[in-house]
């Protein structure tokens, strides 16, 4: 069928294509002898084969691969638009659980995160605090250390919720405990074994 209807299409008929640089034509039939030379444009518009600056539609009727004929001289060539709408696909329902199950699950971590970080916050403030005192006595660490052990109660929480890796849990309890030993050197109130 194919070849049928490709007899109905002449190779004579014209395909407009985009083009960057000046027009020209290649003629697919040979140029009849009342032509005055060789590059004179031929008579009509069915017989070359155009490229040019403008973009002219390519029109696939019944899907068989052939091109609609541009038509005569001072016709405009028949543009047809296809639109394409894809719906949104919905979720599946286990799906739409896990993502509220994860929502949950951030909002968890999140609240455990940030009662460490906040009784970090506290402890760290205070050991400033103490250090910058000039006559500051050594009971005035207890109250910090009470502070120390809360941080490292929600540390391990948030550990065990799974909000924070093991080895993070590890190194913030390291840096809690390295702090109030720098600030306890600092007053004098401890002096650091020297190995051999």
């Not at 040979?30 to 032509?35: E, G, L, W, Y």
């Not at 009784?119 to 760290?124: A, C, D, L, P, S």
């Not at 929480?157 to 924070?164: E, H, T």
Request: hydrophobic share 35%; net charge positive; glycine share 4%.
């Amino acid at each position: 069928m194919a070849a049928s209807a490709a007899l109905h299409y002449p190779l004579s008929s014209c395909l407009a294509l985009p083009r960057k640089h000046k027009p020209f034509s290649l003629c697919t039939s040979t140029i009849s002898s009342s032509s005055s030379s060789s590059s004179s444009r031929p008579k009509t518009f069915k017989s070359l084969l155009a490229f040019s600056s403008s973009i002219s539609p390519i029109c696939f009727p019944r899907g068989t691969g052939l091109m609609e004929r541009m038509g005569e001289r001072g016709r405009n060539p028949v543009r047809r638009l296809v639109v394409c709408e894809v719906a949104p696909k919905k979720k599946a329902d286990s799906a739409m659980k896990r993502a509220r199950q994860a929502e949950k699950r951030r909002i968890y971590n999140k609240a455990k995160k940030s009662e460490a970080k906040t009784r970090m916050r506290k402890v760290f403030e205070e050991l400033d605090a103490l250090r910058k005192k000039s006559n500051a006595q050594s009971e005035e660490i207890l109250p910090i250390e009470k502070l120390i052990a809360e941080a490292y109660s929600a540390i391990d929480k948030a550990v065990k919720a799974g909000a924070l890796h093991r080895n993070t849990g590890a190194h913030r309890k390291s840096r809690l405990a390295r702090s109030k030993k720098d600030v306890l050197i600092h007053h004098g109130w401890y002096t650091p074994v020297v190995t051999a």
